[in-house]
């Protein structure tokens, strides 16, 4: 199975503040890669797919980056609704699987 | 609008089965695949099973193999989980979730499901 590691697992930010999340792949996916943002209590949203291809309706301050095993998501100028869980995942082969997560906290 | 709406859970005991349901609606919902995804408490989502648009495929995580089975009926625009020989570590909130990518291809998960408790517990 495909291992996916997001780092750091915690960031403090504060709003207006460009923050950079990691996602790195045991081996290559290619570019099926895919961001999500998940808020308490609530399913994940899709933020970004294809490593770089940004979901309908998300704000453009959100972009991914990235092939084969490297990947970042970047949110340009955090805003308030943007404080929440982050996770990538894979999708070039089953298992599917996810990173463990990036908690975006208010410094 | 697209949407997804999951029922089924509750709490059972250790060994017993569930099954669970998610009704789509706003879209064709014979030209998707479709996923299960759970997420236990305080963990990250974990990928659960998958089905073709048709039905004709279907691939299962190692953790459930052998003991849930993933199937739809088109006709009903509803996807079903079936959950048997449930453990403690299934306790978990269950997803249907809809693929962005219509009837063949890797697709991420687009639309997904409010979720539905499943808690296994004696």
């Known amino acids: 199975d495909i291992q996916m590691t997001q780092s750091p697992s915690t960031l403090s930010a504060s709003v207006g503040d460009r923050v950079t999340i990691t996602c790195r792949a045991s081996?290559?996916?290619?570019?099926?890669l895919a961001w999500y943002q998940q808020k308490p209590g609530k399913a994940p949203k899709l933020l970004i797919y294809?490593?770089?291809s940004l979901e309908s309706g998300v704000p453009s301050r959100f972009s991914g980056s990235g092939s084969e095993t490297e990947f970042t998501l970047t949110i340009s100028s955090l805003q308030p609704d943007d404080f929440a869980t982050y996770y990538c995942?894979?999708?070039?082969?089953?298992?599917?699987?996810f990173g463990q997560g990036t908690k975006l906290e208010i410094k | 609008q697209v949407q997804l709406v999951e029922s089924g859970g509750g709490v059972v005991q250790p060994g017993t089965s569930l099954r669970l349901s998610c009704v789509a609606s706003?879209?064709?919902?014979?030209?998707?695949?479709m996923h299960w995804v759970r997420q236990a408490p305080g963990k990250g989502p974990e990928w659960v099973a998958v089905?073709?648009?048709?039905?004709?495929?279907?691939y299962y995580a190692d953790s459930v193999k052998g003991r849930f089975t993933i199937s739809r009926d088109n006709s009903k625009n509803t996807l079903y989980l079936q959950m048997n020989n449930l453990r403690a570590e299934d306790t978990a909130v269950y997803y249907c979730?809809?693929?962005?990518?219509?009837?063949?291809?890797?697709?991420?998960?687009?639309?997904w499901g409010q979720g539905t408790m499943v808690t296994v517990s004696s």
């Open positions: 979730a809809k693929r962005n990518v219509q009837l063949v291809g890797r697709g991420a998960f687009d639309i």
């Open positions: 706003g879209f064709t919902f014979s030209d998707y695949g």
């Open positions: 089905i073709s648009y048709d039905g004709s495929n279907k």
């Open positions: 081996q290559s996916i290619v570019g099926w």
């Open positions: 294809k490593a770089s």
């Open positions: 995942q894979h999708y070039n082969n089953y298992p599917y699987t």
